[in-house]
């Protein structure tokens, strides 16, 4: 079987060198390939491929653009950066992906889903379904990763990832890392709400928008309310109303 694989990060195409000859030993490897402008010119050439792992970031842009250059009647499984949260669209798709860093258990699922696939001769990706996961992968890319901090006569890079959460006193809106450094921010905490991947930060209330790494535990609190605690831990206590209760244990347990 001739695989292709598009992917520019070598860590990830060395993983699945050495991973095909345990999952797929009839697996031959005829192209590595890690930009959009290469695959589109080796794809116009109509390769003779059995399957194609394709990046959805490479090193000159989104995967996706390949599609709008030339077509691809070649079997995908997609390979992405990305948390689960972040690809539901691909659960519902008759296509895979794979997470990195890459899993032998993963990788042979999705092969023997493609092989149940190809043997009902079942297409991989309808036009339909390409569309969908492109508008998830978008949205997903939209969320802020990063912050760009003003700090005296400084800017301060600091990830999304690294703040425990966000907090607004006196109309100032700070936010706390895990390393528990204070950083006050130019956005409101409505902005920054919008801004935040929804899977990995809620707005508990008026006051606090938290991370999902941050809550440590949950408590039963008056009237039906939620009592969080963070790590670190903020001075005020961070309170979920009763009318939020619910809709915050299917946040928190991935329902969305």
Request: proline content about 5%; aromatic content about 10%.
């Amino acid at each position: 079987m001739k695989i292709a694989i598009i992917e520019d990060e070598e860590r990830a195409v060395q993983q699945l060198k050495s991973l095909l000859p345990q999952t797929l030993p009839a697996a031959d490897v005829v192209a590595v390939i890690d930009t959009v402008e290469e695959s589109v010119a080796w794809l116009g050439n109509s390769p003779a491929v059995d399957l194609i792992f394709l990046d959805i970031h490479l090193a000159d842009g989104a995967c996706f653009s390949i599609f709008q250059q030339c077509k691809i009647e070649v079997p995908i499984i997609f390979i992405t950066a990305y948390d689960q949260y972040a690809i539901k669209a691909f659960e519902v798709n008759s296509i895979d992906y794979l997470l990195k860093p890459l899993r032998k258990e993963r990788l042979q699922q999705a092969l023997d889903k493609f092989q149940r696939l190809n043997d009902r001769k079942q297409s991989l990706l309808p036009e339909q379904q390409l569309q969908q996961i492109t508008r998830e992968i978008t949205r997903a890319s939209s969320y802020k990763r990063h912050f760009l901090i003003p700090h005296k006569d400084r800017l301060i890079p600091v990830q999304a990832s690294a703040f425990a959460f966000f907090e607004i006193k006196g109309g100032i809106v700070r936010g706390i890392t895990f390393d528990k450094k204070h950083w006050l921010l130019e956005e409101s905490l409505d902005e920054l709400t919008d801004l935040l991947h929804p899977e990995a930060f809620y707005r508990a209330n008026r006051q606090f928008l938290v991370s999902r790494k941050a809550i440590k535990e949950i408590e039963h609190y008056f009237n039906g309310r939620f009592c969080l605690h963070l790590l670190p831990n903020p001075e005020e206590p961070v309170l979920v109303s009763k009318a939020k209760a619910g809709k915050f244990r299917e946040w928190m347990q991935g329902i969305m």
